[in-house]
């Protein structure tokens, strides 16, 4: 129900744009989170945006460098990802909740899609 796409491989101080886009329902009723998850690593969370009002939540790791918006026209949700650096390289997963209060806990989103791959090297 959920797609993320956008990941590629991009050297270090560069940009990548993922977009999770949804085909059975409208993304706006929902707050939408990117996850990662590094190998050996547990899922994190990135960034949220929320259902109501907009507001926006970053992990401390790429605050400044990330930003999650809407594209209600495209029904579709963006993460730009600028200055990446190597830590960064992760599957990116999108997800869907309603409710709850915790944007960056995996437990907490009803629903998921799969991940993208992106890598950072040079």
């Known amino acids: 129900q959920l797609q993320a796409s956008g990941g590629g491989l991009v050297q270090p101080g560069g940009s990548l744009r993922l977009s999770c886009a949804a085909s059975?329902?409208?993304?706006?009723?929902?707050?939408i989170g990117w996850f990662r998850q590094a190998p050996g690593k547990e899922r994190e969370g990135v960034s949220c945006i929320s259902s109501s009002d907009g507001s926006t939540y970053y992990a401390d790791s790429v605050k400044g460098r990330f930003t999650i918006s809407r594209d209600n026209a495209k029904n579709t949700v963006n993460l730009q990802m600028n200055s990446l650096k190597p830590e960064d390289t992760a599957v990116y997963y999108c997800?869907?909740?309603?409710?709850?209060?915790?944007?960056?806990?995996?437990?907490?989103?009803?629903?998921w899609g799969q991940g993208t791959l992106v890598t950072v090297s040079s």
């Open positions: 059975a329902f409208t993304l706006d009723y929902y707050a």
């Open positions: 997800a869907a909740k309603v409710g709850g209060s915790r944007w960056n806990e995996n437990f907490e989103y009803d629903y």
